[in-house]
């Protein structure tokens, strides 16, 4: 289900990039954008994980030497991120791998987007996550470590880039709805068994998508820094 293109939420003819790097979670986010009228490219490109040369060249790739998209959606979350696994079976090795190094390959992505947005004097990038480090759950520390470090990261660098026009905001959505990964996740119960507001997930293309764009909207130029829950209403977090 989409909703009808309002002139808040038009992205015609601009430019929106989509980054994905590991578990994929952008099913109906590039269709919901292009509802709305974006010319969307898409990376899915190994060497966002490796040294900033080479993030920058897997920019350059789908954006040119000088692009600058008014909106990025990413989501940085590596398999090792993703695998569910109690504390104490997690090795040192491992716990680099799947907590410290997603924080450092969103750094380095943030610095190359930096780059050409700020220049540019606008645009809007959006982190898109799973809700799952906001109230954690079995087998899901090093997974909420790096998702909050990410979060952290994308509330610095928001305070530190609001004049140059680019905001920065993390979306929280919930897990059923981005991925079939979490299906059989043990996933956080309220006690008292409150039921989620809207009584559905959001749908990623009509509602995830048109977030997005309405944060890249003119409209959505006042919010930075923020992190917005898009799961029905099940964890209303302050």
Do not use: C, Y
Request: charged share 20%; no cysteine.
């Amino acid at each position: 289900m989409t909703g009808p293109v309002t002139p808040s939420s038009s992205l015609e003819g601009q430019l929106v990039l989509v980054i994905e790097l590991g578990l994929p979670v952008m099913a109906g986010i590039t269709e919901g954008l292009e509802d709305v009228g974006a010319e969307v490219v898409t990376l899915h490109d190994p060497r966002l994980a490796d040294a900033q040369e080479e993030v920058e060249a897997a920019l350059a790739t789908v954006l040119g030497p000088d692009l600058a998209p008014v909106l990025v959606v990413l989501s940085l979350l590596g398999e090792a991120t993703a695998t569910l696994k109690p504390l104490d079976e997690t090795d040192l090795v491992t716990w680099r791998r799947a907590a410290s190094d997603p924080i450092r390959i969103a750094m380095r992505v943030l610095t190359a987007l930096g780059r050409r947005m700020k220049p540019a004097g606008r645009g809007a990038i959006l982190f898109l996550a799973p809700s799952l480090s906001l109230v954690g759950g079995p087998g899901m520390v090093a997974l909420s470590t790096a998702l909050e470090g990410q979060r952290g990261l994308m509330k610095s660098v928001a305070r530190q880039w609001g004049a140059s026009g680019v905001t920065l905001n993390w979306a929280a959505a919930a897990p059923r709805a981005l991925s079939s990964h979490f299906d059989a996740a043990e996933l956080a119960a309220k006690g008292d068994a409150v039921p989620i507001a809207l009584g559905r997930r959001p749908d990623a293309r009509a509602e995830i998508a048109g977030l997005a764009a309405w944060l890249a909207s003119p409209a959505g130029g006042g919010v930075t820094g923020a992190t917005l829950m898009i799961d029905g209403g099940e964890w209303m977090v302050p």
